[in-house]
């Protein structure tokens, strides 16, 4: 219902019938004002350009006085041409009033108008135009002949007097029959204007229509229909961007079916999160009962006062503590595997010298290494640069090397390698010892899980440290990874290679 009164409103305030009165409304005011400039002005234009070529008749006379050059033959010229332009007669007497130059037969005419005028005689007959030092224009009435005369006279520079005339030839006679012309030919075009606009409006209108219709079914949810006009214009644009909206919305309702479909599974997979919770849960728990249990019974020895001599309440001191700091380690390993999967943890992509961080840990590990007999290799050509977040990476480095260090065995040898490859950077960790079983190989990223639990529990792993590396490199979108050598393991990850452009990205991965 809406959308048919809508509709009719729209048909109500027509595009066709808006452009048809403003056609009109313009092409008659056009012509109005053709009209009006017709009456009021073009007299005075035409009187205007009269006395313009009598102006100009006149100083080609009296240039031609002065120079004595009168009967030249380029005088003759310039002056004929001149007076026939602007349909001018000329007389000019010397100062005897003899005859110098006329252009006329009945010179005794144009003598006695140019006397009258010198001394001013039928004086109401005439009005002054222009007044000039030595020249006058004026317009004068012929009773004689009934027309009216524009007539420029006075003296040149030499004394001789001179008259211009030209009959102005019925000039409101011409204005009105101009303007009864101007009158027809309007109305003819307001007529052929109104047929052609109103073609024209009907093919603008028609095509938007078509997209109104378009729309409307559009809001019905039916996307099947397109716009088939062939225009070049910005209509045809507009029908364009309405089938490119209806395939885009087609494809969009697709997705957020098939999101939905997704959000089904997800929900489905909630029974499968909660079990993986509790799973979590009971490891974490496992986890820390055996230090608490230690820590419990160590305790109570000290308080029951098993032993009272010194070395042993140190002994058991040390264990307490030991148990606490490994469980202190275990809690501050998980809140950070926590904000890595959840994205709270915020990355702070910069870019710095992976040389110099290998560096760092390995010194900070180098009493380690000495007490176990262990020998490092370092291959490294430094500096080498990387975009990461310094942080992290030193978290994923550090897992790996104090797990070669608490793995290494045979030759206890370690080897660090950092290699370029094309536009990534390349870190692995080798350290010689029991391979790993190639069925556990894609499993020691998974949190809590042991290989070997007793070698784990030996050297206080709580086997969340490889969680993290993973969870990391998966932020950063990186790849990494372990394999079994001939007398080893190497694990390793890659990052982006340095391009000497410092730019710093932070945000929630």
Not at 78 to 94: F, K, M, Q, Y
Not at 159 to 175: A, T
Not at 266 to 284: A, C, G, H, P, Y
């Amino acid at each position: 219902m809406n959308i048919r009164s809508h509709a009719r409103r729209e048909v109500h305030h027509s595009i066709k019938r808006q452009l048809a009165i403003v056609f009109i409304v313009l092409m008659t005011g056009l012509i109005f004002a053709c009209w009006l400039a017709n009456s009021l002005f073009l007299e005075r234009y035409y009187i205007s350009n009269k006395g313009k070529s009598m102006l100009e008749a006149y100083m080609v006379v009296n240039r031609a006085m002065e120079k004595e050059d009168i009967y030249s033959e380029s005088f003759q010229r310039e002056l004929e041409s001149v007076l026939s332009s602007g349909n001018i007669s000329i007389l000019v007497l010397d100062q005897s009033y003899n005859t110098v130059i006329t252009s006329v037969s009945e010179g005794n005419v144009l003598s006695a108008r140019l006397i009258e005028n010198i001394y001013d005689v039928n004086r109401s007959n005439r009005a002054t135009i222009i007044e000039g030092d030595k020249y006058t224009l004026s317009r004068t009435r012929d009773e004689f002949f009934r027309k009216d005369y524009l007539e420029l006279f006075g003296s040149l520079d030499n004394g001789d007097l001179f008259l211009l005339r030209s009959p102005v030839e019925g000039i409101r006679e011409n204005v009105e029959l101009s303007n009864r012309f101007l009158g027809y030919i309007g109305i003819g075009a307001v007529m052929i204007g109104m047929v052609i606009i109103w073609y024209l409006s009907k093919k603008i209108t028609d095509p938007i229509l078509e997209i109104s219709r378009i729309s409307q079914r559009m809001s019905r949810m039916e996307f099947d229909i397109r716009y088939k006009g062939k225009e070049k214009n910005e209509l045809g644009l507009l029908g364009e961007s309405i089938n490119e909206m209806a395939d885009h919305l087609e494809q969009t309702i697709a997705e957020l079916k098939t999101a939905n479909n997704e959000l089904q599974k997800d929900i489905e997979q909630k029974t499968k999160i909660d079990e993986m919770r509790k799973e979590f849960l009971s490891n974490v728990s496992h986890e820390l009962k055996t230090p608490i249990a230690l820590i419990q019974g160590y305790a109570e020895g000290l308080q029951e006062c098993i032993n009272d001599d010194a070395q042993s309440r140190e002994f058991y001191c040390e264990v307490i503590m030991d148990e606490a700091g490994k469980m202190n380690r275990m809690v501050k390993k998980l809140l950070t595997l926590n904000k890595l999967e959840f994205g709270a943890q915020t990355m702070e992509i910069e870019r710095f010298d992976i040389v110099s961080v290998i560096q760092s840990i390995t010194q900070a590990s180098d009493i380690i290494m000495q007490q176990k007999g262990v020998t490092l290799k370092v291959e490294a050509e430094g500096p080498v640069y990387v975009w990461a977040d310094e942080f992290d990476i030193e978290e994923v480095f550090g897992n790996y090397f104090s797990n070669a260090l608490n793995h290494v065995e045979g030759e206890k040898l370690i080897e660090v390698r950092v290699e370029k490859v094309e536009d990534k950077v390349r870190v692995s960790v080798f350290n010689t010892g029991q391979p790993i079983p190639e069925e556990d190989l894609d499993k020691v990223w998974i949190k809590f899980y042991k290989v070997d639990k007793a070698r784990t529990r030996e050297y206080g792993g709580s086997g969340i440290g490889l969680s993290i590396v993973k969870a990391v490199m998966e932020a950063l979108h990186q790849k990494y990874g372990v394999c079994n050598r001939e007398d080893g393991v190497e694990f390793w990850f890659e990052l982006d290679g340095g391009n000497g452009i410092d730019i710093r990205r932070s945000g929630k991965e």
